[in-house]
């Protein structure tokens, strides 16, 4: 399980960052989150000395009640990751299957078609989908709400199931498969492909290059990515994000520079000293749009950024 709650403050704490916040946390005590299970919880993998990540697990002779609805779903997300969920248990954990813009409210709607022509994957209007039960990524709660105004539940669902990328979220009054709203940006990228607004996602270079962007310049802040357009003997084209700081609240912005600098302190420590997994980089994910004078330069839209230290899977559809 990636998260637990401190017993006696009831505070959530994620396993990545307990090291972080808690440096001494073997002076804590650890129960689940679910208020009416509580079973004690120890925190495993804690320090980078073997390749399983940060995680909290429960002691052996203990065991979670049996309508522990935390249990239930952590269980379900482990199972995401290896093989496709059916619809009941979909509908158990929940996905964000509405993307609502800040914009929205602004604009008349459109259609997908309207906006952006005959695009992949794109299936129509969107039908107000209702449901399910799902804990929220900030707050950790049951959440019956499956609207989003945000990228990083939708990131989320698109790393935690590769099987299930063919599940529809609705924005702009249309609706997409997860695995045409995603576009990967690597090596030999035709900026031909990323024409529509859509979450991109690349590996981030790591380089001092990418160290403390957020302070380097005053009006905007600047990501390398290791994707590029073409390359040859004297040139490479690589990619990159940038951040315009007005469009963005200054506490959205100092979040983003607070996880984003834990995050590459991480990645590249473990890149210098070679004790990084081969599977596992670190991901920018934008929804955005490329510069109109650069074609190699995507431009984040408002808020819509967020950063991953992870493997992201390859989609598997299963007729």
Not at 41 to 46: G, L, R, T, V
Not at 204 to 227: P, Q
């Amino acid at each position: 399980m990636r998260k637990a709650r401190i017993s006696g403050t009831d505070e959530i704490v994620q396993a990545d960052d307990l090291l972080k916040f808690y440096p001494n946390y073997n002076d804590l005590i650890f129960v689940c989150i679910d208020e009416k299970c509580s079973v004690r919880m120890a925190p495993a993998c804690i320090k980078k000395k073997d390749h399983r990540k940060p995680h909290f697990k429960k002691y052996r002779n203990q065991e979670h009640i049996e309508t522990c609805e935390y249990a239930k779903l952590s269980k379900l997300y482990h199972q995401g990751k290896n093989q496709k969920l059916n619809k009941t248990e979909i509908k158990k954990i929940g996905y964000p299957s509405v993307f609502i813009l800040n914009e929205d409210k602004l604009e008349e709607p459109t259609t997908f078609q309207a906006k952006y022509g005959n695009d992949d994957g794109v299936t129509g209007r969107g039908d107000g989908i209702t449901k399910v039960y799902e804990f929220d990524g900030e707050n950790v709660k049951f959440d019956k709400s499956n609207r989003v105004q945000g990228i990083d539940r939708i990131v989320d669902w698109y790393l935690g199931f590769p099987h299930n990328r063919d599940v529809e979220i609705e924005i702009n009054s249309g609706r997409i498969q997860y695995r045409y709203f995603f576009k990967h940006i690597k090596d030999f990228t035709d900026p031909a492909n990323l024409q529509n607004e859509r979450i991109f996602y690349g590996r981030i270079m790591l380089s001092e290059m990418n160290r403390n962007v957020f302070d380097r310049y005053t009006e905007n802040v600047f990501f390398k990515l290791l994707g590029y357009k073409d390359k040859n003997e004297k040139n490479v084209s690589n990619y990159s994000v940038k951040i315009d700081k007005n469009s963005i609240s200054k506490h959205s912005l100092s979040r983003l520079k607070n996880r984003y600098n834990h995050l590459f302190e991480r990645a590249f420590t473990e890149h210098k000293n070679k004790t990084s997994e081969q599977n596992i980089g670190l991901y920018l994910f934008v929804y955005g749009k490329l510069d109109e004078h650069n074609d190699t330069l995507l431009n984040v839209k408002r808020q819509y950024i967020t950063f991953r230290h992870d493997e992201v899977r390859k989609t598997i559809i299963e007729e």
